[in-house]
Each structure stands twice: as C-alpha cells, then as structure tokens.
Antibody, heavy 120, light 107 residues
C-alpha cells in the first residue's frame, strides 16, 4: 500500500536549520510530484512547495524562498525538506504529500507529520 | 498569490443535517480546486479534486461543485465521523494556497 513515512520530531534553536525526510513506498516514486505543507499549532494549512518526480525542478512559496530546499533521492525513494534560519514562527507540524498527478492535482496520500519546535 | 476565502469559518450542525461550505477564489481558477478533511492530530484527507470528483473511498454523501471563483462542498447528511475541519486548496497556479478552514462541530 502507498505509504509516506516521515522522520521524527525535532527541537531546534533559533537560527538553526531543520532537515525532514519523507520515505515513500508502495508506488512508483519517480512518477509523482511531492508537496510539503505545514501547520502551526492551532492554525490552518500552509503550502510550502513542490518537487517534481525527477527532483530536477521545484517551486516554493514566496515566503520561504531563500530558506527552503526540497530534494529527492530516487535510490532510496526519499524526499527531503530543509528549512534554514529557523525562528519561533516556524514551530509547526510539517507534512509531505503525494500529488495525484495527471491533469488533476491534490495531495492523495500524506505522511504522518513531523513536529518541529523552534525554541531557545 | 491566489487567495481563498472559506465561509463560514465555524459551523454548528446536527447529525443528519445537510451542510454546505463555500470557497471563493480571488481570481478564476477554472476547476482546479481540492477539498480536504482534517481531524485533530491527523494529516488532511483528500475528499474532492478537480472541484467535483470524489476521491476513491470517500462516501458519496460528500460532493463538490463550482468553477471559476466560487465553489461549494456539500455533505448531504452529516454523520458523527464528519465533525472535523475542512479546507479548500487551489491547484491552478503556484503557490497552491489553502483556505483558512471551516470547523464543523456538533450542535
């Protein structure tokens, strides 16, 4: 079955970087885009960006430009999301999601979420 | 960026009620809209994509409609497991923004 399994919770200090992984299984990894979405405590969903199936192309939300990097390793079917220069406002649950693909889009399978806490 | 505004932000309803949530886009997005359900502590679940296509495994009491700038998610007969927060997301152009959410609670 399709699964996206994310790495565990992290606690980071302001100014540090975080690097979350999302390991895929149960589908052909090289055929699907992967999104990243975050959710601050008690808040709504925020789309961060997307990486294409080969990892050659990404698109990031403007507010994360310069701080976020999404990569993927096809040999291990793993997607990574790095966010640098962390601040307290980056405290959130971070999700990866597989995109439906084709002419329709939306996240059809999601990881379990990774809580990142930024605190001094 | 395309802004999505959901209404209402909060909805109190009873089991068996018909519930409608609206999502308005700041510019036309054709039918490039998805709806999600999220329960506390869980990842979102895709309900509807392409504005009106029911995702596999989602009960038929959920339906979506609309195109352009106005969309609706309807639950024909609210069930106890449907109490959750619902989000729309436009997938017309990057960044793929979300609405602010609609929380559906038990009356």
């Amino acid at each position: 079955q399709v699964q996206l399994v994310q790495s565990g919770a992290e606690v980071k200090k302001p100014g540090a970087s975080m690097n979350i992984s999302c390991k895929a299984s149960g589908f052909t990894f090289t055929k699907y885009y992967i999104h990243w979405v975050r959710q601050a405590p008690g808040q709504g969903l925020e789309w961060m960006g997307i990486i294409n199936p080969s990892g050659s192309s990404t698109s990031y939300a403007q507010r994360f430009q310069g701080r976020v990097t999404m990569t993927r390793d096809t040999s291990t079917s793993t997607v990574y999301m790095q966010l640098s220069s962390l601040r307290s406002e980056d405290t959130a649950v971070y999700y990866c999601a597989r995109d439906l693909g084709g002419t329709s889009n939306g996240g059809d399978y999601w990881g379990q979420g990774t809580l990142v806490t930024v605190s001094s | 960026d395309i802004q999505l505004t959901q209404s209402p932000s909060f909805l109190s309803a009873s089991v068996g009620d018909r519930v409608t949530i609206t999502c308005r886009a700041s510019q036309g997005i054709s039918s490039y809209l998805a709806w999600y359900q999220q329960k506390p502590g869980k990842a979102p679940k895709l309900l509807i994509y392409a504005a009106s296509t029911l995702q596999s495994g989602v009960p038929s009491r959920f339906s979506g409609s609309g195109s352009g700038t106005e969309f609706t998610l309807t639950i024909s007969s609210l069930q106890p497991e449907d109490f959750a927060t619902y989000y729309c997301q436009q997938v017309n152009s990057y960044p793929w923004t979300f609405g602010q959410g609609t929380k559906v609670e038990i009356k």
